[in-house]
């Protein structure tokens, strides 16, 4: 089977190795090069700390199993920098120490560990964190990438398993058995999509894909991935099947390197509250790590405007406040830079994963939002296992690229 993986981020990367290592016939292409996207453009967290019950939780949980697995058997390994180092969630409030304790305890029905800590064994695990705390929940398995080496690897890996890597090449529609539905004859002619008419005819006759065009000409496929990140819904559209995944913005303050000063991964329990509001307005909550090199990441915001990647002074402003609430001592430390990037939003917050059933042939692994580092390799052991029929490690129907929030109310019908 010919399988074509559009998106070299950490996504794309991991569904490449793993259909390589199942015996696919596996080309990635990417319209920059590995890790060109969101990949680059985040922080690395492994969490399971952040997820209440539910779908998301368990792919969580399957992909922090993973991790250290598949990290044993990647020959370069290193620029991975895995980080097992736990992270602990901190209220400041007493409101906010009941939610926490509320959602800790969710969380240990469903498995995860979650320890309380007393103000002495904070005191012990963070000495430089405010005393100023109400809660604070550790957890163990949450653990740390660096998200670009960990991409890196995986293609790595992909490669060394037969997968081919086109990079500068761009995905611009899709071949189906009655030829190119937007009326193009030759795939090279860098002609742009004609959405509109492809779906009309994918969804008439339920033609199947049989290879995409690109900047570099047509590529023979049995099967698509779409894994774009948040760039998934104009490739979808493309193709042909639109689907609803939107950028949402992310912003994160990089400090010069310190002597050790956090050693867990640190966030204020506002951040859930955060990461499952569906608010276009600015979201920041603090979530500090440190890196190898001895830098401080402070994240991170969340906006919706659209692809818009102009840094803005009142987002860092505003992150910069809030961590030196919970770090008083980072007060006056050099900040050495900022970056942003785009978080691959769903409105019901949770990943797109299988085929699309409108267009035989095409399958999704995309919309993770803030999580797409972690749920990585969780996401592709369940694409493999859906492509060559194996017994999926989780329930894939809450991922299915059917639902109303991924092809919207009306399209839904249509594909039903
Ligand atoms: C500020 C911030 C902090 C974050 N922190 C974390 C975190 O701590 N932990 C975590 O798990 N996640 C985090 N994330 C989210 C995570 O970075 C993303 O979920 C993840 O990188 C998505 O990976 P991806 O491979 O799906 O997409 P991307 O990395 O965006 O890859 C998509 C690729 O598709 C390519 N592409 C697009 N269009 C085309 C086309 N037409 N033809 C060919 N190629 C195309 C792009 O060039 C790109 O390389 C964060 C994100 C942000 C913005």
């Given at each position: 089977m010919r399988v074509v993986v559009v998106g070299a981020g950490i996504v794309g990367a991991a569904c490449a190795r793993e259909l390589a290592r199942a015996g696919l016939a596996v080309t990635v292409l990417d319209r920059?090069?590995?890790?060109?996207?969101?990949t680059a453009h985040g922080e690395g967290n492994i969490l399971v700390s952040d997820k209440g019950p539910g779908p998301e939780l368990e792919l969580a949980k399957l992909s922090r199993s993973l991790w250290p697995e598949i990290l044993d058997g990647l020959?370069?390994?290193?620029?991975?920098?895995?980080?097992?180092?736990g992270g602990i969630v901190v209220a400041t409030t007493p409101e906010g120490a009941r939610e926490l304790e509320k959602f800790a305890e969710s969380q240990r029905a469903a498995g995860v560990t979650a320890e309380a800590l007393d103000a002495a064994s904070l005191a012990a695990a963070?000495?430089?964190?405010?005393?100023?705390?109400t809660a604070a929940v550790h957890y163990p398995d949450d653990a740390q990438v660096q998200p670009s080496g960990a991409a890196t690897a995986l293609l790595s890996d992909a490669l060394r398993h037969g997968a081919d890597l086109r990079t500068g090449c761009e995905l611009i529609g899709v071949r189906t058995h009655d030829g190119y539905p937007d009326g193009s004859?030759?795939?090279?002619?860098?002609e742009r999509g004609g959405a509109s008419s492809v779906w009309s005819v994918s969804r008439a006759d339920g033609n199947r894909l049989t290879g995409v065009r690109t900047s570099q000409g047509v590529i023979d496929a049995d099967l698509v991935v779409n894994?774009?990140?948040?760039w998934s819904g104009e490739v979808a559209a493309r193709l042909g099947a639109p689907i609803d995944v939107r950028p949402r913005r992310g912003e994160v303050l990089v400090t010069a390197p310190l002597p050790p000063t956090v050693f867990h991964k640190v966030y204020d329990a506002d951040y859930v509250g955060a990461v499952g509001s569906g608010s276009q307005d600015l979201q920041a909550s603090t979530v500090i790590e440190s890196t190898g090199a001895g830098t401080i990441l402070i994240g991170s915001s969340r906006r919706q405007?659209?692809?818009?990647?102009r840094i803005r002074p009142f987002v860092l402003a505003e992150l910069a406040r809030k961590a030196l609430r919970l770090?008083?001592?980072?007060?006056?430390?050099?900040?050495?830079r900022a970056y942003g990037g785009f978080r691959p939003y769903v409105p019901d917050h949770l990943p797109v994963i299988g085929p699309d059933p409108r267009l035989p042939g095409l399958w999704h692994a995309t919309g993770?939002?803030?999580?797409g580092i972690g749920l990585s390799v969780g996401t592709a052991r369940l694409l493999r296992e859906l492509v060559t029929g194996a017994?999926?490690?989780?329930?894939p129907e809450p991922f299915r690229a059917g639902r109303p929030a991924v092809l919207g109310a009306d399209a839904c019908e249509g594909a039903a």
């Amino acid at each position: 089977m010919r399988v074509v993986v559009v998106g070299a981020g950490i996504v794309g990367a991991a569904c490449a190795r793993e259909l390589a290592r199942a015996g696919l016939a596996v080309t990635v292409l990417d319209r920059g090069g590995p890790a060109a996207g969101t990949t680059a453009h985040g922080e690395g967290n492994i969490l399971v700390s952040d997820k209440g019950p539910g779908p998301e939780l368990e792919l969580a949980k399957l992909s922090r199993s993973l991790w250290p697995e598949i990290l044993d058997g990647l020959p370069n390994a290193g620029g991975v920098e895995w980080d097992p180092k736990g992270g602990i969630v901190v209220a400041t409030t007493p409101e906010g120490a009941r939610e926490l304790e509320k959602f800790a305890e969710s969380q240990r029905a469903a498995g995860v560990t979650a320890e309380a800590l007393d103000a002495a064994s904070l005191a012990a695990a963070e000495p430089h964190l405010t005393r100023e705390v109400t809660a604070a929940v550790h957890y163990p398995d949450d653990a740390q990438v660096q998200p670009s080496g960990a991409a890196t690897a995986l293609l790595s890996d992909a490669l060394r398993h037969g997968a081919d890597l086109r990079t500068g090449c761009e995905l611009i529609g899709v071949r189906t058995h009655d030829g190119y539905p937007d009326g193009s004859r030759d795939g090279a002619s860098g002609e742009r999509g004609g959405a509109s008419s492809v779906w009309s005819v994918s969804r008439a006759d339920g033609n199947r894909l049989t290879g995409v065009r690109t900047s570099q000409g047509v590529i023979d496929a049995d099967l698509v991935v779409n894994a774009a990140g948040p760039w998934s819904g104009e490739v979808a559209a493309r193709l042909g099947a639109p689907i609803d995944v939107r950028p949402r913005r992310g912003e994160v303050l990089v400090t010069a390197p310190l002597p050790p000063t956090v050693f867990h991964k640190v966030y204020d329990a506002d951040y859930v509250g955060a990461v499952g509001s569906g608010s276009q307005d600015l979201q920041a909550s603090t979530v500090i790590e440190s890196t190898g090199a001895g830098t401080i990441l402070i994240g991170s915001s969340r906006r919706q405007v659209g692809f818009d990647d102009r840094i803005r002074p009142f987002v860092l402003a505003e992150l910069a406040r809030k961590a030196l609430r919970l770090y008083p001592s980072l007060a006056g430390v050099q900040v050495m830079r900022a970056y942003g990037g785009f978080r691959p939003y769903v409105p019901d917050h949770l990943p797109v994963i299988g085929p699309d059933p409108r267009l035989p042939g095409l399958w999704h692994a995309t919309g993770h939002e803030g999580a797409g580092i972690g749920l990585s390799v969780g996401t592709a052991r369940l694409l493999r296992e859906l492509v060559t029929g194996a017994v999926p490690s989780l329930d894939p129907e809450p991922f299915r690229a059917g639902r109303p929030a991924v092809l919207g109310a009306d399209a839904c019908e249509g594909a039903a």
